[in-house]
């Protein structure tokens, strides 16, 4: 199983007006970067431009179900 490397970026200790972002790695392969800000969150896959989004009400959906 890879090692799994969680980098995160944090302006502050509230999310304001910048994002709090994670780069995700498994082993040496970037997977990733997740951008938490107060009103969504949004994941970059390697290589994309386009994110996709979710608001935090369809990401406790999604981690219920």
């Known amino acids: 199983m890879p090692t799994h ?3 995160m970026s944090m ?3 509230d999310v304001r007006r910048v994002d709090v972002v994670f780069e995700v ?3 040496a392969t970037k997977l990733g ?3 938490l800000s107060k009103g969504d969150l949004r ?3 390697k290589g994309a431009q ?3 989004i979710a ?3 369809q990401f406790d ?3 219920r179900s």
Do not use: N
């Open 5 to 7: 490397v969680v980098r």
């Open 11 to 13: 302006p502050s200790t």
């Open 25 to 27: 790695k498994s082993g």
């Open 33 to 35: 970067e997740l951008h």
């Open 43 to 45: 994941w970059y896959p």
């Open 50 to 52: 386009r994110p996709k």
């Open 55 to 57: 608001t935090w009400e």
């Open 61 to 63: 959906e999604w981690m």
